[in-house]
């Protein structure tokens, strides 16, 4: 059964950091593009970053290009999510998410999240 | 990165068809046959109901379909049940190495 479940999340300060993981059972993460979406209190799904299914390119929503950093151990079958300089609008639960195909196509497993409070 | 337009809600009576819609620009919707939909329930995470504007997973109910118009794509959800109740986000590669979601729509089974 394919699944992914993440973990990390947490109540931080602004300036902070914080890294949540995405560890991957029933696939192999090196044979698909995966995505972090984030959905803010009472808000809906947002876009924040996306990683090759070769692991070679990774892309970011703007407002967090230069904090956050996506990345993967293919030996651990883990995907991470570094966030630093954490600001109050990076609250929200946190998913990662596998493309289906390869990196900007479509998310066809989902985890329950993990959430992130930043506040002081 | 503008996020795509989405009606806020729409409602219907079971055993009825609703339809939400979903526009972008001529850069994203317009531009690719990536459009995907996503229902939510709330606490829950979403869940892949329609991919490449009008494709169906397995074990998504055939109720379900997409379509796509110039820089609209929609979702209609035929013969309304109880369980359809939920949120519905569409989503469209956006160009430039991002992708884009629609704000959201809350479906009412009245």
């Known amino acids: 059964q394919m699944q992914v479940v993440e973990s990390g999340g947490g109540v931080v300060q602004p300036g902070r950091s914080l890294r949540l993981s995405c560890a991957a059972s029933?696939?192999?993460?090196?044979?698909?593009?995966m995505h972090w979406v984030r959905q803010a209190p009472g808000k809906g799904l947002e876009w924040v970053a996306v990683i090759w299914p070769d692991g070679s390119q990774t892309y970011y929503l703007d407002s967090v290009k230069g904090r956050f950093t996506i990345s993967r151990d293919v030996s651990q079958n883990t995907l991470y999510l570094q966030m630093n300089s954490l600001r109050a609008e990076d609250t929200a639960v946190y998913y990662c998410?596998?493309?289906?195909?390869?990196?900007?196509?479509?998310?066809?497993?989902w985890g329950q999240g993990t959430t992130v409070t930043v506040s002081s | 990165q503008s996020a795509l337009t989405q009606p806020p809600s729409v409602s219907g009576s079971p055993g009825q068809s609703v339809t939400i819609s979903c526009t972008g620009t001529s850069s994203d919707v317009g531009a690719y046959n990536y459009v995907s939909w996503y229902q939510q329930h709330p606490g829950k995470a979403p869940k892949l109901m329609i991919h490449?504007?009008?494709k169906r997973p397995s074990g998504v109910p055939d109720r379900f379909s997409g379509s796509k118009s110039g820089n609209t794509a929609s979702l209609t959800v035929s013969g309304l049940q109880a369980e359809d109740e939920a949120d519905y986000y569409c989503?469209?590669?956006?160009?430039?190495?991002?992708?884009?979601f629609g704000g959201g729509t809350k479906l009412t089974v009245l």
């Open positions: 989503s469209s590669y956006g160009g430039s190495n991002n992708l884009v």
């Open positions: 029933g696939f192999a993460l090196s044979g698909y593009g």
């Open positions: 998410a596998r493309d289906g195909l390869g990196a900007w196509y479509w998310m066809d497993v």
């Open positions: 490449d504007v009008s």
